[in-house]
């Protein structure tokens, strides 16, 4: 079993940045590779970045590269969603999420772990 913590969510304007953070504990081991995903009401969970153990890479949905950059801190088993220029699109419930696989794999449906998810709002 893997538990995950999110925090860092909150309400900010058009433009500007958030850092969301989610710090892994139990059996960490079984876990090899951690990412985000989103949703918005009435729509699916979506990508949003991973970060692999292998090699640690990293992977992007392409509407939020250049703007979200994704990073883990071993020493805290922590890892961290760096969210600038954000968009009202952007706005959805965010949900860190442990998985398996070494690939890095984008489908919801590779996940075994799941955090609470914390919310972000931007503003136009």
């Known amino acids: 079993q893997v538990q995950l913590v999110e925090s860092g969510g909150g309400l900010v304007q058009a433009g500007g940045s958030l850092r969301l953070s989610c710090a892994a504990s139990g059996r960490t081991f079984s876990t090899a590779a951690m990412g985000w995903f989103r949703q918005a009401p009435g729509r699916e969970r979506e990508f949003v970045a991973v970060f692999s153990w292998s090699g640690g890479s990293t992977h992007y949905a392409d509407s939020v590269k250049g703007r979200f950059t994704i990073s883990r801190d071993n020493a805290k088993n922590t890892i961290y969603l760096q969210m600038n220029s954000l968009k009202p699109e952007d706005t959805a419930l965010y949900y860190c999420?442990?998985?398996?696989?070494?690939?890095?794999?984008?489908?919801?449906?590779?996940?075994?772990?799941w955090g609470q998810g914390t919310q972000v709002t931007v503003s136009s």
């Open positions: 999420a442990g998985s398996r696989l070494y690939s890095g794999s984008p489908h919801v449906s590779d996940y075994t772990y």
